[in-house]
């Protein structure tokens, strides 16, 4: 295993503009805490609007920061029903493999 990632589902009654307003807020307490620079490094987020997903990348200790603060974040939000979260692991072929 390489690594790790957190992917998020949120219910259709979430409106995605507010996801992304809170996930904004997790990414400034989480620059509060570890800076920015390691921030802008070791912080890896996607967002997919029209599949209504989130992913945070959990490979750093940055990553899993945010995935936390985030998680907790939509969860006082929006409440425990509103979204679903899985941890998704990342591997990758051993080199000279085909894929």
């Known amino acids: 295993m390489i690594g790790s990632r957190v992917r998020f589902d949120f219910n259709k009654s979430?409106?995605?503009s507010e996801v992304e307003a809170t996930l904004r807020l997790?990414?400034?307490a989480v620059q509060?805490?570890?800076g920015e620079d390691r921030?802008?490094?070791e912080a890896h987020v996607s967002m997919?609007?029209?599949r209504r997903m989130c992913f945070v990348d959990?490979?750093?200790e940055v990553g899993r920061t945010l995935a936390l603060i985030?998680?907790?974040y939509i969860r006082r939000e929006f409440g425990d029903a509103a979204y679903g979260m899985q941890t998704l692991s990342l591997t990758r072929s051993p080199a000279g493999s085909a894929p």
């Open 26 to 28: 997790a990414l400034l």
């Open 48 to 50: 997919n609007h029209s």
């Open 58 to 60: 959990t490979t750093t």
């Open 14 to 16: 979430i409106p995605m």
């Open 39 to 41: 921030l802008r490094l």
């Open 32 to 34: 509060s805490l570890h």
């Open 70 to 72: 985030f998680a907790g």
